[in-house]
């Protein structure tokens, strides 16, 4: 702590990182912080650098947390929120839910001892996602970067280097060994990999071939 900011220097910073990390790009509102990068320099905009607590763990120096105004992803999570009644995140629910989840990212199961841990929408804000617990998943910091919205509009989550969830891609699968079978009559045949689905996350049709 100790660096002081203008409340000008501050509504600029906030602008142009966007609520975002301005080193690994992460969306962390609630944990960035403005760190100079002379810093015999005077705290002005150019002088100044956005980042999340990963990314400043190892960085000396006097830093001011930054409070920005609310944006436009703020202001459609409150909506979506006040839509489904649905109680809104705190770093007290954040800390709950991380343990109620086994204190390990849900993808690769790394512990939140070996890194941070993170709370993400399954369904982004933008898309109507809201802070009910169904809609929100632990992944560490890593597994954070890697996902994207499935490209099949199921709801789920994806690698970027595939852009197609799991479930999908068994789907296209299960449907190229069995041409002749509906989609229901597949579904039939494996109700297991039915059971593994969440609530309203059924895959879909993958238009091309995942390996291309």
């Known amino acids: 702590m100790g660096l002081r900011l203008a409340p000008s220097v501050r509504i600029a910073l906030d602008r142009r990182c966007g609520g975002r990390c301005e080193s690994c ?20 905009r150019p002088n100044l650098i956005v980042l999340c607590g990963a990314c400043s763990a190892n960085r000396d120096g006097d830093f001011a947390p930054l409070v920005g105004t609310r944006g436009t ?19 007290a629910k954040r800390r709950s839910l991380i343990a109620r989840r086994g204190g390990a990212c849900e993808l690769c199961g790394i ?5 941070d841990l993170e709370v993400h929408h399954r369904l ?25 919205p499935c490209v099949t509009g199921c709801g789920a989550w994806a690698s970027r280097r595939f852009g197609i969830c799991r479930n999908c891609q068994a ?16 579904k039939a045949r494996f109700p ?15 238009l091309q071939d995942p390996a291309r």
């Open 25 to 44: 790009g992460l969306d962390w509102r609630w944990a960035l912080y403005v760190f100079k990068l002379v810093d015999s320099e005077r705290c002005t």
């Open 171 to 186: 789907r296209h699968l299960l449907q190229q060994l069995m041409p002749d079978a509906s989609w229901e009559q597949i």
């Open 124 to 148: 982004p804000v933008l898309r109507g996602g809201d802070d009910r617990e169904e809609n929100l998943q632990v992944l560490c910091c890593a597994c954070h970067h890697r996902l994207q």
């Open 192 to 206: 297991s990999f039915v059971d593994q689905w969440k609530p309203g996350y059924e895959p879909r049709p993958v």
């Open 111 to 115: 512990s939140g001892a070996e890194r």
């Open 73 to 91: 992803r703020e202001r459609i999570l409150f909506a979506n929120n006040k839509r489904s009644s649905a109680t809104p995140m705190t770093d």
